[in-house]
Each structure stands twice: as structure tokens, then as C-alpha cells.
């Protein structure tokens, strides 16, 4: 019943932003680490950025300063605002989110679907 699903992707010009959204439904009594992945073509996924339930948040070196992790726990969501964005961050971007159902006493492990992210002229 708990599912993720991200938004906000699309096509941008290099020095350009966006911002991404991941929003997990459900009956959920809490989320702990919730983390932002991308794969470009011809690469392998990378860990982007991820942001504990205490607010500590890692970036990727390719990443820091310019993008930002942050969450709204009250309405179970995670963002990702991407600054200065460069041609190298096309990927298809995923939410990755530590989730506890409601009456279940152990966590699940849900990723999204994923949104394209292209940066282009």
C-alpha cells in the first residue's frame, strides 16, 4: 500500500534548475533516511544526495554546492533543488526512502518510478 512517486523532471538549459519531488502514500508511521539516486546512459547508478530523519544531509562530490536535499516530514516528502546544472547531470533521477508501515515492526525499502532529467541547448 506505500508507494513512492517522484516529479519535477524535464528538459533545462545548462546553468539553468529544477526541482524534484518525491512523495510516498500510504499508512506509514515514519520514514528514515530518504536519499536521491541517478543513472546517466552508459554509466552506473550513483547516490546522489541523502538526508537522515534527524536533517543530517552527504552529497555527491559532482554535486555539492549546487544541489540540496531536504525534507517536509509532515507531508512525507523529500526534495532535490538543482542549481547550475550542467549537461553531466542528465539522468533519470529516483527517490530511495527507509519507510515504517503502520503496524508492521520491521522497514521497507520502496524506490520510485524515476523522472528524466535532461540539461541541454
Known amino acids: 500500500q506505500v508507494h513512492l512517486v517522484e516529479s519535477g523532471g524535464g528538459l533545462v538549459q545548462p546553468g539553468g534548475s529544477l526541482r524534484l519531488s518525491c512523495v510516498a502514500s500510504g499508512s506509514i508511521a515514519g520514514i528514515y533516511t530518504m536519499r536521491w539516486y541517478r543513472q546517466a546512459p552508459g554509466k552506473e547508478r550513483e547516490l546522489v544526495a541523502s538526508i537522515t530523519r534527524g536533517g543530517m544531509t552527504n552529497y555527491a562530490d559532482s554535486v555539492r554546492g549546487r544541489f540540496t536535499i531536504s525534507r517536509d516530514n509532515a507531508k512525507n516528502t523529500v526534495y532535490l533543488q538543482m542549481n547550475s546544472l550542467k549537461p553531466e547531470d542528465t539522468a533519470a533521477y529516483s527517490c530511495?526512502?527507509?519507510?515504517?508501515?503502520?503496524?508492521?515492526?520491521?522497514?521497507?525499502?520502496?524506490w520510485g518510478q524515476g523522472t528524466q532529467v535532461t540539461v541541454s541547448s
Open positions: 530511495n526512502e527507509e519507510v515504517l508501515p503502520h503496524g508492521s515492526s520491521t522497514t521497507w525499502i520502496l
